[in-house]
């Protein structure tokens, strides 16, 4: 069994931090594993992507100027994952001791329209990533290097629950087939070259840095803006696909965790807790006193070509071996995330009243 968090972050004894790279940590899940191991010491290098306009809202708060601080723990450099030599130059400059592949076009809905884009960054960026590692342990001979892989339990797809390490794949869309093709790179890497290569298997997370155009935060941004009147409709699509929803910042930590065991290997991360949408809005609207039923309209652009129904998952492995355990369960998830977008909508209806912000502009 494992080392554990109470492991300092430290390499080979000596007082030099670990040193980790996250391709993708301007998203959710970035965010709080870079917050996750700051505090557990560790120097974060972070790849991100060309964008015509900012897109490191989730991680300004820790960002420190390099400029104006010797002591900036959190470092970012352009790359995309279509670009191998950009991947490969970062990992042969920062030599990191850990490296999580967070980064993907992660909406499912959003793959039937750019497929071939989807699998390129989610499969082939992950080979890439995966490549740029092997090259990298050969010519350094630095073989403590560790790799996780951000896999999802849209991979399962049609498989009935309760969903395990154990459980056939069978991918509904774009997405996650390429997030199949990942998984298997990653088994193949760690089978072929003997990497320390981890996939982990995550269902939903969510929090209040969710991207406001996934099915909870969309939800929760309307009962915000519904409660300050600055919004009266929510369109949505099926509400009774079931999902098995955590919340983020408790996901990243099992993150970390397997790339702290003695062997790398594949773990399933889930509350084992599933609602279907419709018992997310009750819960969401509720929450402030009002009924969904007078707001919401169905939309059919918002139903998928093929539907994933059922996912509940089965992470006994997870809590048997790395010790990992939810901490915050449904309720107090959706209520975290009411509470601040009900904040953020009072923000915004101060802009409108003050009339620099339209009250129509919404995800
Ligand atoms: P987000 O969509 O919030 O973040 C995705 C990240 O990937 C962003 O930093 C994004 O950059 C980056 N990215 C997108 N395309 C590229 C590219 N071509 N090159 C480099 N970076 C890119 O996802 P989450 O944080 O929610 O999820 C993290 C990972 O976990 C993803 O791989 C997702 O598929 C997977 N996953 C998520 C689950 C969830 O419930 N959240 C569950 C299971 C798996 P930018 O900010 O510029 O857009
Ligand atoms: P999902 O999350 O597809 O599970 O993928 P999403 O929140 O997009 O959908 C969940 C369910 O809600 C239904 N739904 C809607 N979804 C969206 N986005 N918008 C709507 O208006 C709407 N109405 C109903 C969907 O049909 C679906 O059944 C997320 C992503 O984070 C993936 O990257 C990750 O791999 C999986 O979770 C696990």
Known sequence: MASTGSQPAVNGGEDIPKVALIAGITGQDGSYLTELLLEKGYEVHGLIRRSSNFNTQRINHIYIDPHNAHKARMKLHYADLTDASSLRRWIDTISPDEIYNLAAQSHVAVS??????????????????????????????????????????????STPPPQSENTPFHPRSPYAVSKCAAHWYTVNYREAYGIFACNGVLFNHESPRRGENFVTRKITRAVGRIKVGLQSKLFLGNLQASRDWGFAGDYVEAMWL?????????Y???????????????????????????????????????????????????????????????????????????????????????????AQQQP
Do not use: C
């Open 258 to 266: 397997m790339l702290q065991q003695e062997k790398p290997d594949d």
């Open 112 to 157: 039937f329209e750019i497929p071939d884009y989807t699998a390129d960054v989610v499969a082939t960026g992950a080979l890439r990533l995966l490549e740029a590692l092997r090259s990298h342990i050969t010519t350094t001979g630095r073989t403590h290097v560790r790799y996780y892989q951000a896999g999802s339990s849209e991979m399962f797809g």
């Open 268 to 358: 399933v991360v889930a509350t084992e807790e599933s609602h279907t949408v419709e018992e997310f809005l009750e819960k969401a609207f509720g929450y402030v006193g009002l009924n969904w039923k007078d707001h919401v309209v169905i939309d059919k652009r918002y139903f998928r070509p093929t539907e994933v129904d059922n996912l509940k998952g089965d992470s006994s492995k997870a809590r048997k071996v790395l010790g990992w355990r939810p901490k915050v369960g449904f309720e107090q998830l959706v209520k975290m995330m009411v509470d601040e977008d009900i904040e953020l909508a009072k923000r915004e209806k101060v802009l409108v009243d003050a009339g620099y912000m339209d």
